[in-house]
């Protein structure tokens, strides 16, 4: 079973307009992480924001904030006021906490915000 | 804002040649990693290193591959013999903790092989 997935291969949006990119995880650790990456053209992955498996709250980073649904084993991407800078290759990311050592990256989200 | 760095950015080689590709981790991170992204594709781990040994590693990690650390600052990834699937996107990335925390990624080298 896949660890992570992200079933929108291709998103678009309206500049100024929120967009919710979809993750899926699959885990039996009751202690893990979530993690959001961004891969602009240039190629290089940029961190977004994190998400504990025991946190309460669901996490925010300006722009950036994480829906986290345990029960259903969701970590949504959600972008407020997108921006033409936010077109990019959007990871979802899965850490195990006993283990801990290898990430799990999805397959990836194509966003294009469209002007 | 203290970062990972790769070299080289790009690299082309032949078939069967042997290739080193470098990082310099951020200095007070313990855990250091090399995933690679062929072209289109997700992001896939190859290994991990703690304490001057591999942790983790995936299958992809077969005996062509090997790491060190050979100063305390420099991290390497060499392939001693390239096949033309090698050719991809080589990320190192480091972590404070192997925990929590997120991986900091270098820009990333690219290989090809010809």
């Known amino acids: 079973a896949q660890k992570i997935t992200q079933t929108q291969p291709g998103m678009f949006v309206q500049e100024k307009e929120a967009v919710t990119l979809d993750c899926t995880y699959d885990?039996?650790?009751?202690?893990?992480?979530l993690f959001w990456y961004k891969q602009p053209s240039s190629g290089e992955m940029i961190f977004l924001i994190y998400?504990?498996?025991?946190?309460?709250q669901n996490a925010t980073e300006g722009r950036y904030s994480l829906n986290f649904q345990k029960a259903r084993k969701s970590a949504n991407l959600v972008i407020s006021a997108s921006q033409l800078g936010d077109s990019a290759m959007y990871f979802c990311?899965?850490?195990?906490?006993?283990?801990?050592?290898?990430?799990?990256f999805g397959t990836g989200t194509s966003l294009t915000v469209i002007p | 804002e203290p970062e990972v760095t790769q070299t080289p950015s790009h690299q082309v080689t032949q078939m069967g040649q042997e290739v080193i590709l470098r990082c310099v981790p951020i200095?007070?991170?313990?855990?250091f990693y090399w995933y690679r992204q062929i072209l289109g594709q997700k992001v896939e781990f190859l290994v991990s290193?703690?304490?001057?040994?591999?942790?983790?590693k995936s299958e992809i990690f077969d005996d062509q591959f090997s790491v060190e650390r050979p100063d305390g600052s420099n991290f390497t990834l060499k392939i001693r013999s390239t096949k033309l699937e090698d050719s991809a996107m080589y990320f190192c990335?480091?972590?404070?903790?192997?925990?929590?925390?997120?991986?900091?990624f270098g820009e990333g080298s690219r290989l090809t092989v010809l």
């Open positions: 200095s007070n991170h313990l855990y």
């Open positions: 990311a899965m850490r195990e906490g006993n283990t801990g050592n290898q990430f799990y």
């Open positions: 290193f703690y304490n001057n040994e591999i942790s983790e």
């Open positions: 990335a480091s972590s404070v903790s192997s925990l929590t925390g997120e991986l900091f």
């Open positions: 885990t039996s650790d009751p202690s893990y992480g």
């Open positions: 998400q504990g498996s025991y946190d309460q």
